[in-house]
T-cell receptor, first 111, second 113 residues
Framework: EDQVTQSPEALRLQEGESSSLNCSYT??????LFWYRQDPGKGPEFLFT???AGEEKEKERLKATLTKKESFLHITAPKPEDSATYLC????????????FGPGTSLSVIP | DTEVTQTPKHLVMGMTNKKSLKCEQH?????MYWYKQKAKKPPELMFV???????INESVPSRFSPECPNSSLLNLHLHALQPEDSALYLC????????????FGPGTRLTVL
C-alpha cells in the first residue's frame, strides 16, 4: 500500500538554528514528490516538486532534496515567519495518479 | 491571475439546510479538486474533475455533490450534513490531472450544527 510518513511531528527551533524535516515514502512508482507550507486556517502553499533521486530545489531559506525512499526539507537560519506546518505529498503511478499527503510537520521558530 | 478563490470563507449550517461552496480559477488549469481537512490532519481528497468530467470520487457520501459548470468553476453542493462534516474544505487546481503541482484556495471553514 502506498504510504507517506513525516518526522518529526513537531519541531521547535530558535531563530537561526538550521534543521531538516523528513518525508519517507513507499509508493508503487513515484511520479513526483511535492512540498507545501500551510499556515493555520489557510490553504496549502506550493513550495517544490521533485521528480527523481538526486534532484534538489531551493527557495530562499528552504532546500528540498530527494532520494529513492525519502525527501528532506532543509531550513537554513530560520526566521519566525517560517513557522507553519510543512506537508509532503507524493503522486504514485497508480491507476489514476492519486496524490497522497503525509501527516505534516509543525514547525515553530522562536525569536 | 495566479490564484484559486473560494467563497464563502465561513459557513454555518444546520443539518437540514442546503448550501453550496464555490471555487474559481483563471489559470487555464484543466484539473480541479475538492479536499476536506480536519484540524491537525492532512487534506483528504474528495473529488477530482479533469476536463470538466468527474474522474475520481473517493467514496464520498451522497450528501456532498460536486459540479463543474465550466473549466474555471467548481461547486460543492451540501445537503443534510452531519456535525462530523465540519471541517475546512479546500479547492485546488492543476494544469492537468497528471501534473499534480496543485494550487490551493484559502478554503471554506464549514460548521454544521
Amino acid at each position: 500500500e502506498d504510504q507517506v510518513t513525516q518526522s518529526p511531528e513537531a519541531l521547535r527551533l530558535q531563530e537561526g538554528e538550521s534543521s531538516s524535516l523528513n518525508c519517507s515514502y513507499t509508493v508503487s512508482g513515484l511520479r513526483g514528490l511535492f512540498w507545501y507550507r500551510q499556515d493555520p486556517g489557510k490553504g496549502p502553499e506550493f513550495l517544490f516538486t521533485l521528480y527523481s533521486a538526486g534532484e534538489e530545489k531551493e527557495k530562499e531559506r528552504l532546500k528540498a532534496t530527494l532520494t529513492k525512499k525519502e525527501s528532506f526539507l532543509h531550513i537554513t537560519a530560520p526566521k519566525p515567519e517560517d513557522s507553519a506546518t510543512y506537508l509532503c505529498a507524493v503522486q504514485a503511478r497508480t491507476s489514476y495518479d492519486k496524490v497522497i499527503f503525509g501527516p505534516g510537520t509543525s514547525l515553530s521558530v522562536i525569536p | 491571475d495566479t490564484e484559486v478563490t473560494q467563497t464563502p470563507k465561513h459557513l454555518v449550517m444546520g443539518m437540514t439546510n442546503k448550501k453550496s461552496l464555490k471555487c474559481e480559477q483563471h489559470m487555464g488549469h484543466r484539473a480541479m479538486y475538492w479536499y476536506k481537512q480536519k484540524a491537525k490532519k492532512p487534506p483528504e481528497l474528495m473529488f477530482v474533475y479533469s476536463y470538466e468530467k468527474l474522474s475520481i470520487n473517493e467514496s464520498v457520501p451522497s450528501r456532498f455533490s460536486p459540479e463543474c459548470p465550466n473549466s474555471s468553476l467548481l461547486n460543492l453542493h451540501l445537503h443534510a450534513l452531519q456535525p462530523e462534516d465540519s471541517a475546512l474544505y479546500l479547492c485546488a487546481s492543476s494544469l492537468a490531472e497528471t501534473y499534480n503541482e496543485q494550487f490551493f484556495g484559502p478554503g471554506t471553514r464549514l460548521t454544521v450544527l
